[in-house]
C-alpha cells in the first residue's frame, strides 16, 4: 500500500523526495591498468505511514514520515556489473518517536533482481539535528548481469504501544 | 445477437468481479466495525460510572473514569498494556511532560493545534480507501460526528502532540536528552521519562488519592 506524502509535507528538503535512478558515474583505472566505471546509484523515497495514537479520549490520526533510501555502488566488468557494496538506510523525524515512544523501526528488506540482499553489516551515521537514521549494508562483491529489473528497499516502523496502525511498511520502488 | 451474448457475459463478469471486491473490502473492514461498536458501548457504560480521583498530578487530576476509557480504547492495539498501575504512570508522565513543555515555553498553542488539525485532514484524503476507513471506524468508536472530531477534538489532541514533540527537541538542543551513534532517542527519551515520573512522586507532584493505587 503505497502512502505518498501530500503537498503539505512536501515542501522540506528531506521529505517527498524521489530521486529514483540518480546516478553518478566514475571512471578509475583498476591494478593491471584497465579502465572501469564506478557507478552510484541511489534511489529515495519519503512515504508516510498511517498510524493513529491512542489517548484517554480516543484516537488521533499522526502518520510517521519515513523516507527509504537505497545506496548500490558497481563496477562494469565485461557485460556484467558487479556490486561492491548494497546499502539501505531508513530516517524518520525525531518527533515520531515522542508520539510513539515504544516504536521500533528501521531497515528491512533491499531486494534485487527478485532475491533479498543480505545486509549483514550496521552503520554509523551523522545525526541530522532533528533526524533519526539507521542503516544496514553489505560491502561483498557480487555479480549481476547488466539487465536491469525491478527493486525494492523497505522501511518497517512498528509504533508499539500507544498506537493503532493498518501497515507498517514504506518502500522505495526503482529499476537496477 | 452473438455479440449481446458475449457483452453480457463480459458485464456479468465485470459485476461479479466489482461485486467481489467489494464485499472483500467491506469483510475487512468488518472486525473494526465490530470492535468501534464494542468500544462506543463501553465508553459509554465507563462514562456513567461515579467519579473517583485516582491521582493528582500537578494540579490535574485522573480518574477512574479516565484510565477505564483509555483501557477501553487500547483495547484496539495488537499488544495493550491494560495493568492499571502501569497505565497510570503512562497517563502521569504523560501530563507531566507537557506540563515541562509549559515550564520550559515550548508547549504548542491550540491555534498550531488547529492548523495541524487542517492539515492532517487534507492528507487523509489523499491517503488509501483502506485508511480513510479506518479513520471512519474510529470516529465512530468515539461516538463523534467527523465534524466534532476534526474541529472539536483534533486541534486539542494535536496541540498537545506538537507540544510533546516541540520539549523533545528541546532536551535533544540543549543535551538534556544526549543522541548517541547506533540508538534512537527513544532510549534516552523512556529514561528521561522514568526520572521525570520518579521525581515527581518523590516531590509529591504526583500524589497517590485512592489507596487502591499502588506504584511499589
Do not use: C
Not at chain 1, 566514475?26 to 579502465?35: L, N, P, Q, R, T
Not at chain 1, 523525524?93 to 540482499?117: H, K
Not at chain 2, 449481446?4 to 469483510?27: P, R
Amino acid at each position: 500500500m503505497k502512502k505518498k506524502i501530500g503537498l503539505l509535507l512536501t515542501s522540506t528538503s528531506l521529505l517527498g523526495a524521489l530521486l529514483v535512478g540518480f546516478s553518478a558515474n566514475v571512471s578509475d583505472v583498476s591494478a593491471d591498468g584497465k579502465e572501469f566505471q564506478i557507478l552510484a546509484v541511489h534511489p529515495t523515497d519519503t512515504d508516510l505511514i498511517s498510524i493513529w495514537r491512542v489517548t484517554t479520549s480516543g484516537y488521533i490520526y499522526s502518520p510517521v514520515s519515513v523516507t527509504t533510501t537505497v545506496h548500490i555502488n558497481s563496477t562494469t566488468s565485461g557485460s556484467n556489473l558487479v556490486a561492491t557494496k548494497r546499502e539501505l538506510t531508513s530516517m524518520t523525524p525525531d518527533g515520531s518517536f515522542s508520539v510513539y515512544p515504544s516504536a521500533t523501526w528501521g531497515p528491512g528488506l533491499l531486494n534485487l533482481r527478485g532475491s533479498n540482499v543480505s545486509l549483514p553489516k550496521r552503520g554509523d551515521y551523522i545525526w541530522d539535528p532533528a533526524y533519526e537514521f539507521s542503516g544496514k549494508y553489505n560491502d561483498t562483491s557480487e555479480t549481476y548481469s547488466s539487465t536491469p529489473s525491478a527493486a525494492y528497499g523497505q522501511t518497517v516502523f512498528y509504533a508499539g504501544n500507544g498506537g493503532y496502525q493498518v501497515d507498517s511498511t514504506a518502500s522505495v520502488d526503482f529499476n537496477w | 445477437m452473438k455479440k449481446n451474448k458475449k457483452m453480457a457475459v463480459v458485464l456479468s463478469l465485470a459485476l461479479t468481479g466489482v461485486l467481489t471486491v467489494g464485499v472483500m473490502s467491506s469483510f475487512a473492514n468488518s472486525p473494526l466495525i465490530r470492535q468501534a461498536q464494542t468500544i462506543q458501548t463501553k465508553i459509554e457504560a465507563n462514562n456513567k460510572v461515579e467519579k473517583n480521583v485516582l491521582l493528582q498530578v500537578g494540579a490535574t487530576e485522573i480518574t477512574n473514569i479516565e484510565l477505564e476509557n483509555y483501557k477501553t480504547y487500547k483495547s484496539i492495539e495488537t499488544n495493550p498494556i491494560l495493568g492499571d498501575a502501569e497505565l497510570l504512570k503512562e497517563m502521569a508522565t504523560e501530563k507531566l511532560y507537557l506540563q515541562l513543555s509549559e515550564d520550559k515555553n515550548v508547549a504548542a498553542t491550540l491555534v498550531d493545534g488547529n492548523n495541524e488539525a487542517k492539515k492532517y485532514r487534507e492528507i487523509l484524503k489523499e491517503q488509501p480507501q483502506e485508511v480513510q476507513d479506518t479513520q471512519q471506524r474510529l470516529i465512530e468508536a468515539m461516538g463523534l460526528s467527523e465534524e466534532e472530531y476534526w474541529n472539536e477534538y483534533a486541534p486539542a489532541e494535536y496541540q498537545k502532540i506538537l507540544s510533546v514533540q516541540n520539549l523533545t527537541q528541546n532536551l535533544i538542543e540543549n543535551k538534556e536528552l544526549k543522541r548517541q551513534e547506533s540508538t534512537d532517542i527513544s532510549k534516552e527519551l523512556k529514561e528521561f521519562k522514568e526520572q521525570l515520573f520518579q521525581s515527581a512522586v518523590a516531590s509529591d507532584k504526583v500524589k497517590v488519592i485512592d489507596s487502591s493505587v499502588s506504584f511499589k
